[in-house]
Nanobody, 121 residues
Framework: QGQLVESGGGLVQTGGSLRLSCAATSRTIVSYDMAWFRQSPGKEREFVAGINWSDTKTDYLDSVEGRFTISRDNAKNTVYLQMNNLEPEDTAVYYC??????????????WGQGTQVTVSS
C-alpha cells in the first residue's frame, strides 16, 4: 500500500480560507478517483469532496458545495482542497484517500495522519 500525507491545515476565523494538500507516496494516484474526508470529535469520518481520475468530474457534500474546490495534479501525485468561506462547522481533521464513489478504497493506502482545520467564530 501507499502512504498519504496531508498538510495545510490551521486555525482560521469564520470566513477565512485554507488550501489543503494530500501527497501520495509509493503509489501513483493517476488511475484513481480521489477524495477528501473529515472527522470531528464524536462523529464518524465523512466524505467531503471527490474528483475522478481524469479530472473531469467532481462531487461535493451539500454543506460545502460552492465553498470548497477539489483539484488534482497527477504529475505531482497530489490532491488539493481549496476551502473558502470557512464555518465553525468545518472544524475537523481532514484526510484524503482513493475512493469508489464516496467510499474509501481499502486497497490503495492506509489513512494518513490527517491535517487539523479549526475555524473560530
Amino acid at each position: 500500500q501507499g502512504q498519504l500525507v496531508e498538510s495545510g491545515g490551521g486555525l482560521v476565523q469564520t470566513g477565512g480560507s485554507l488550501r489543503l494538500s494530500c501527497a501520495a507516496t509509493s503509489r501513483t494516484i493517476v488511475s484513481y478517483d480521489m477524495a477528501w474526508f473529515r472527522q470531528s470529535p464524536g462523529k464518524e469520518r465523512e466524505f467531503v469532496a471527490g474528483i475522478n481520475w481524469s479530472d473531469t468530474k467532481t462531487d461535493y457534500l451539500d454543506s460545502v458545495e460552492g465553498r470548497f474546490t477539489i483539484s488534482r495534479d497527477n504529475a505531482k501525485n497530489t490532491v488539493y482542497l481549496q476551502m473558502n468561506n470557512l464555518e465553525p462547522e468545518d472544524t475537523a481533521v481532514y484526510y484524503c484517500n482513493a475512493v469508489i464513489g464516496r467510499f474509501a478504497r481499502k486497497d490503495f493506502a492506509a489513512w494518513g495522519q490527517g491535517t487539523q482545520v479549526t475555524v473560530s467564530s
